[in-house]
């Protein structure tokens, strides 16, 4: 496993469409994240998944978008009618969370990021 | 709406030189990690600080976190063009929470 994939790099779409992306994360990762990210600004938080339970989804996120995570290995994030205020880079990362930290169970070497998927709505 | 706070917003340095970017939070954190991007690529992880007053190198990076875990400041020493890109602070509140990031600082290092 060399890391965490995201599909498609690039997509380029028209208002109105459905778009879908997805995320491999490191095999042995039971926790998933999501984030979009706009030119000029950190990371934002959409949610994130441990297994295939989505525990948190940010109240920034409107009703168009969804995410799954069927079998606790890869998600999707679908967008529903999507708007040109959509367009941005979604970052997908995955981490080893389980254990409280500090008990010795594991050892936390923070989330690891996929390449992202650059999204354009026209 | 952005948590975190960096300055400076950008910075642009001479090869050589060394160079100081400040992460600051109103409220303690339990965990502050800082990660390098650069551009339309995804993060890559630096280091992560949980301890106050700890302070972790690695190479010519060294990060610190002050002993209320409010503030954490990361150095590069003699900067080379391969430090460029955009440094972002990331943050816990609490155990195995979310991380959430700061706007980041953009560095730009001149041969």
């Known amino acids: 496993d060399t890391g965490v994939s995201q599909d498609p790099r690039h997509k380029i779409t028209k208002r109105g469409q459905n778009v879908t992306f997805r995320c491999d994360p490191i095999?042995?990762?039971?926790?998933l994240y999501w984030y979009r990210q706009t030119l000029g600004q950190g990371p934002e938080f959409l949610t994130y998944f441990q297994n295939e339970a989505q525990l948190e989804k940010s109240r920034l996120l409107s009703d168009r978008f969804s995410a799954e995570r069927p079998k606790g290995s890869f998600s999707t994030l679908e967008i529903q009618r999507t708007e040109q205020g959509d367009s941005a880079m979604y970052l997908c990362?995955?981490?080893?969370?389980?254990?409280?930290?500090?008990?010795?169970?594991?050892?936390?070497?923070?989330?690891?990021f996929g390449s992202g998927t650059r999204l354009t709505v026209v | 709406s952005q948590e975190l706070e960096q300055s400076p917003q950008s910075l642009i340095v001479q090869e050589g030189k060394n160079l100081t970017i400040n992460c600051t939070s109103s409220?303690?954190?339990?965990?502050l990690y800082w990660y390098k991007q650069k551009y339309g690529e995804g993060l890559i992880f630096l280091m992560m600080?949980?301890?106050?007053?700890e302070e972790k190198s690695h190479e010519k990076i060294t990060a610190k976190l002050d002993e209320k875990k409010q503030q954490s400041s990361l150095h590069i020493t003699a900067s080379q063009p391969s430090h460029a890109g955009i440094y972002l602070c990331?943050?816990?509140?609490?155990?195995?929470?979310?991380?959430?990031f700061g706007p980041g600082t953009s560095l730009s290092v001149i041969p």
């Open positions: 600080l949980q301890k106050g007053g």
């Open positions: 409220k303690t954190l339990y965990g």
């Open positions: 990362a995955s981490s080893p969370r389980g254990g409280a930290r500090g008990t010795g169970e594991e050892v936390d070497y923070g989330y690891t």
């Open positions: 095999s042995e990762h039971n926790r």
């Open positions: 990331g943050a816990e509140k609490t155990s195995y929470d979310k991380v959430i």
